[in-house]
C-alpha cells in the first residue's frame, strides 16, 4: 500500500543516516586516535635531541671549568650545535604542516644553480655521512640553472639525503643531477633497507612512515612535506625501490617557474 511503501522509504532514509553517522563516528575516532599517536611521536622526536643536547652541554660545562684540551670543547660545540640543528629541523616540519594545510606555503623564487645547491647540502652533511662511514657519489651536470626556491630545494634535499643516509645501511649513496628536456632532474638512490610496493604508495602521505620501519623514528612528515614543494614548483617526486635492495627517489622540475 501507499503507507508501507512511504514508511519503507522513510525507514530506508533512517537506516542510510545512521550508517552514515556511524561511518563518520568510526573516522572522527580514527583521526582522533591518529592524532594522540602522533602527538605521543613528535613529543618523543623532540625529546631524544633535547636530551642530547642537555647533556652536551652540561659536559660543556664540566669540560670548560677544568682546564684540558680543547679539542674536546670543540667536539661537544659540534653535538650541541648538532642536535641543535635536529630540535630546528623537526619544529620547522611541524610549522610548516600548519602552514601548508592553511595554504600557506610561499615560495620566494631566485636564481639559482641546483647543481651548485646539491654540493652544498652534500658539504653540510659530509660530517654526519662520515660519522656512519656511508659513501657519498655526486654525478652532477654543472651548471643546471634555473629559477627555484633555494631553501625550500635545500630542504627537500636535505630530507632526501638524510632519509637515504638513515635507511641506506651504510651502503654507497648516489646523487646525481641533470637537464631533461622538460627541465631537471635530481635522483637520490641508496641501496639500503628499500621499501615495499604497498609501502611506497603511502610514504608521501602525511604522518605516514612504513610499518615495518617504525624502530628508525621519525615523524612521518619529511616526504610530505617535500611533495608539497615540489608539487608547488610545478614538479613531480617519485620513488622506484625494490625491498631489501634499495631505493631511488627521483625529483624532476621544470626550470623556469612562473611566480
Ligand atoms: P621519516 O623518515 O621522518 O619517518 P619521511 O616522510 O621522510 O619520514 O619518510 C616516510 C617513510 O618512508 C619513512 O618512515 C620510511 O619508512 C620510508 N622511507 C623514506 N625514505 C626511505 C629510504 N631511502 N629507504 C627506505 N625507506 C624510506
Redesign the pocket.
Known sequence: TEDDFTFAKEYAAHATYAIDNARLYREAREAISLRDEFLGIAGH?LRTPLTALQLGLQRLIRESATPGDPTRLSKWVATCQRQGERLGRLVG?LLDVSRITSGRLPMVLEEMDLSALVEEVAARMGPELEKVRCPLVLKLQSPLPGRWDRSRLDQVLT??L???M???QGRSIEVSAMATPEGVCVR?R?E????SSE?QA???GRF???????H???????????RQIVTQLGGHIR?E?TQGQ??S?TVELPRWVED
Open positions: 622526536e616540519d630530507n632526501l638524510g632519509n637515504a638513515k635507511y641506506g637520490v641508496d639500503g633497507i628499500g621499501i609501502d603511502r610514504i608521501f605516514e612512515r612504513a610499518v615495518s620501519e617504525r628508525y623514528g621519525g615523524l612521518g612528515l619529511g616526504l610530505w612535506i617535500s620513488v625501490s634499495g631505493s627517489f
